[in-house]
């Protein structure tokens, strides 16, 4: 639930104030890679179907990008959405990799690594929060 009032209610009242100024911002906002979900081409693009939400948290961020849509088509509002791979950094979610692997590994606990429904290894990009604000 803190999924949906975070995202979908926080970036509405973002968009809501954008729409009643007068001199409309341009907004940059942070989608996810969550959004590809259950899609089983690699890689990714941009113009793939994403309407296969794997989870809570992509459904929300995928709602976030129709909604950046429909304030630039009804409101003329310039939006840009930014689907960013695995953010790691400080204040970071307890339950992502980087944080979970790391704190098995300290406790000498064995990692269970996943893999894909044809037996190959996955592979995750990662994205460091600064390397984020700095827009590099």
Known sequence: YSYVHSNLVGFTTILEVAKDRHDR???V???????????TKVPFSEADVVDRPASLYAATKKSNEMLAHTYNHIYGI???GLRFFTVYGPYGRP??????????IMRGERLRIFQAPDGSELERDFTYVDDIVAGT
């Open 95 to 104: 339950d992502m990799a980087a944080f979970s692997f790391s704190n098995k």
């Open 29 to 39: 906002y942070a989608s996810s890679s969550s959004v590809y979900g259950l899609n």
């Open 78 to 80: 310039a939006l840009t």
């Open 25 to 27: 911002p341009r907004i």
